[in-house]
């Protein structure tokens, strides 16, 4: 079976700052996808970003991108200029069936 | 649009009662899902249709039926609430596997 790591429980960053969320996976498929989603207070769960993993470039959103490496299966998604709106949880899911981490919580500093 | 409407937002149960999660989405979209949310473990796959009268298990099935008779719906019963299915309920939809999935709103539900 499937299964996503998400190794930081919490992570913190200054406004306008670079962070990066970690995410590694396991699986025995060659073709897949991967996925990051964002879930405020509201609880509403929000698309990211998505990775196809065929495809060697590393999709990118506005302010948001990945690091996709698949032979290591790791999956960290980059968010630049880091913004109030961005505090949430972030969760990293893997395929059809959406297999999530754990999340990690994002918190942004003024 | 309405996308994704989940109801009721919020249940108590007591233990041993039995409800029905409505899930319905307007966007025509085959595939379904219902999730589980506990805090430090994701979201969990609880059961999934991929069309009308198609469903299948997830991770955590038990203690949890679905149907699907239309294409809109897809409720989740619990038959026999227990305190251990305290949780956030999530149904989604996309319009085939590995597309961009929709969440309702989520129900929490808390059995006493």
């Known amino acids: 079976a499937q299964t996503v790591t998400q190794s930081q429980p919490e992570m913190s960053v200054q406004e306008a700052e670079t962070v990066t969320l970690s995410c590694t996976y396991d699986t025995s498929e060659s073709d897949y996808y991967l996925f990051w989603y964002k879930q405020p207070p509201s609880r509403q769960m929000i698309l990211v970003i998505r990775q196809e993993a065929y495809k060697q470039q590393n999709a990118t959103e506005n302010r948001f991108s990945v690091n996709f490496q698949k032979a290591a299966k790791s999956f960290s998604l980059k968010i630049s200029d880091s913004q109030l709106g961005d505090a949430a949880m972030y969760f990293c899911a893997y395929g059809n069936k959406l297999v999530f981490g754990a999340g990690t919580i994002l918190r942004v500093k003024s | 649009n309405a996308g994704v409407t989940q109801t009721p937002k919020f249940q108590v149960l007591k233990t041993g009662q039995s409800m029905t999660l409505q899930c319905a989405q307007d966007m025509n979209h085959e595939y379904m899902s219902w999730y589980r949310q506990d805090p430090g473990m994701g979201l969990r796959l609880i059961h999934y249709s991929v069309g009308a009268g198609i469903t299948d298990q997830g991770e955590v099935p038990n203690g949890y039926n679905v149907s699907r008779s239309t294409t809109e719906d897809f409720p989740l019963r619990l038959l026999s609430a227990a305190p251990s299915q305290t949780s956030v309920y999530f149904c989604?939809?996309?319009?085939?596997?590995?597309?961009?999935?929709?969440f309702g709103q989520g129900t929490r539900l808390t059995v006493v």
């Open positions: 989604a939809s996309s319009s085939f596997l590995n597309t961009e999935a929709f």
